[in-house]
């Protein structure tokens, strides 16, 4: 976009009393805060406007508030959002309330401390209990026109529009194409997808908060209340014919399962509880709250039968949570929506082999996950035809920056739940950290665009990393690496060249990756070498351990052809005074994180070659 026409654009603006902005976040939720918190914190005006009152959507609006995943990946912005809950209950420790998770903490806190945050950004405004209701390109910018809660409609001017809307929304309204459901594995790969797509989602969930009175608070009995629909929620006298044997737990491990700071508890149930099956994605605004009716009474019965048939007579709906007539969320849980078709598609098959795909999508990652992949379906009709996806294990992951760029349509990014994964892969893409990571980067490849006057496809991968990393974010999820380490930066560039690579797996109900930073060197571990340099050879049978002398050899052979002017002996001097290793062994074995800081401090690959949004080098 040239100066000419920014200046043209938002004059235009100016001159209707446009409100004009940078970068405008469709969606105050899980990723639009962080979306909005990040590009604002690179410089760029930044505006998100909110449907609700609250700040952070599922995590908050909707009452999932047990953080599900990446306890040991405290990446960028959720692991601030994490420190500050953390600080306001008294420690990490004090998150621990029930057994789901590792964070649990109030709806009404999570959004208290959102607001903190995004007050302090002085580029970032919030309009909340706002709306959009148009939206169009406009030259190379968009208009937007709002309405505001005093019934006023407010036309806004952005240069970069991001979609963080629960449903894609916006995505749908600028023309993105996009899937819905369940795809083939004919058109994924993925082994255990089905044999034919189809267009069923997840249950969704009416979340209740509930807290101890201390005395009867049992609700009137709801109109058609059957118990038999959560006879067996746990285990009891109804329950006869389980349809998850191996999961009938006792009541009092149901009830604490989302237990929450200041006895009250998170009803989010998955074995015949509140999950509720109703695609509503392409549903107009009316049909959607006409549709949401059946689900809020589905969750009213569900606290009905967990005071009359199960005893807990005093655990009522939470009347200091939310300011809603019926105590009940702003918004559902919504496990699915539409999935764009972005410049890259993530599936199953990148998070389990990642090194072995056609695209080395691994090379641009800027966020990281280590859920399993949890898809819900017990409410479905026919759910014994689907693949089964409880927690199917997985290695932890690193997300690509493509899956967030439409195809065909410019300015725009997508993020939220709606990025370009097949349908198994956003069975871990769509937990709150993950997500949060989602809007983080969404928010530095806006403000990248902004600031350097470049299309979004046209901001390159490794400034976009760059960022993420500045931000105390992970680009790959090592685990023996974490983020206050002086190791960690150089090793989440050398992993994210390639040159090295970490070791995923599946240990129990815990999804790792290790870079084995302190494991010695073998020599045909650096086969990664010849993507980047084309010059290097090392065979593949060659397991002896690499010595120091060996390794300067090896990097200053690359530093010579590559034209870099520098003495790698010397240099290695350098750096190991710099980490505080010692005195320099010619005749040691080297560690892995060693090598690893030796190729990003001397020859730079990550800068210094350039990748394309697939994670091909673009110049050999």
Known sequence: MSLAVMAFLFASCAKNKIQEVDVLVIGGGASGVTAGIQSARMGANTLIIE??????????????????????????????????????????????????????????IGNKILHQMVSVEKQLRVWKEAEFKTLKRDGEGWTAQVLLPDGKVK??????????????????????????????????????????????????????ILKDYGHDVTIPRPEGYNPNEFACACANELCITPKEPDRVWSKDMMITYGKLPNQKYMINWPIEGNDYYINLVEMSKAEREEALKAAKHY????????????????????????????????????????????????????????????EKLYRTCIAVGDYPVDHHHTRYTGKEKLPNLYFHPIPSFGLPLGTMIPQEVDGLIVAEKSISVSNIANGTTRLQPVVMQIGQAAGALAALSVGQEKKIADVKVRDVQDAILAAGGYLLPYLDVPVESPLFKPLQR?????????????????????FRADTLLLMNELQGFADVYPQVSIATDDTSAVSMQEAINLIGQIAAHEGLKTDVAARTNDIWREYKWGEVDLT???????????????LDPFHRKEIDIHGSYTDK
């Not at 809603?324 to 496990?335: E, G, N, Q, V």
């Open 588 to 602: 040691k074995p080297v560690s892995r994180a060693e090598m690893a800081v030796l190729i990003d401090k001397i």
């Open 494 to 514: 050398v992993g994210a060249t390639g040159i090295m690579k970490g070791v995923g797996r599946n240990v129990g109900w815990s999804n790792q990756t290790w």
């Open 51 to 108: 449907e609700t009152p609250w700040l952070g959507g599922m995590l908050t609006s909707a009452g999932v508030s047990a953080i599900d995943g990446n306890y040991n990946l405290p990446a960028g912005l959720w692991g601030e959002f994490r420190q500050n809950l953390a600080d306001y209950y008294g420690g990490l420790d004090s998150l621990k309330t029930g057994w789901v998770s590792n964070v649990l903490f109030e709806p009404s």
């Open 155 to 208: 036309p806004v001017c952005a240069k970069v529009v991001i979609d963080a809307t629960e449903l894609g929304d916006v995505a749908k309204l600028c023309g993105v194409r996009y899937d819905i459901g369940m795809e083939s594995k004919h058109d994924t790969g993925e082994d255990i997808a089905p044999e034919a797509g189809n267009g069923i989602v997840q249950d969704l969930t009416y979340v209740a």
């Open 299 to 358: 969750t009213l019965c569900f606290v009905y039968f967990l005071q009359h048939e199960l005893g807990y007579r005093t655990l009522g709906l939470a009347d200091d949570e939310y300011p809603t007539a019926d105590k009940l969320p702003f918004i559902p849980y919504h496990r699915e929506s539409r999935r764009i078709h972005g410049l890259v598609r993530f599936t199953l098959n990148h998070i389990t082999h990642p090194f072995d795909q056609p």
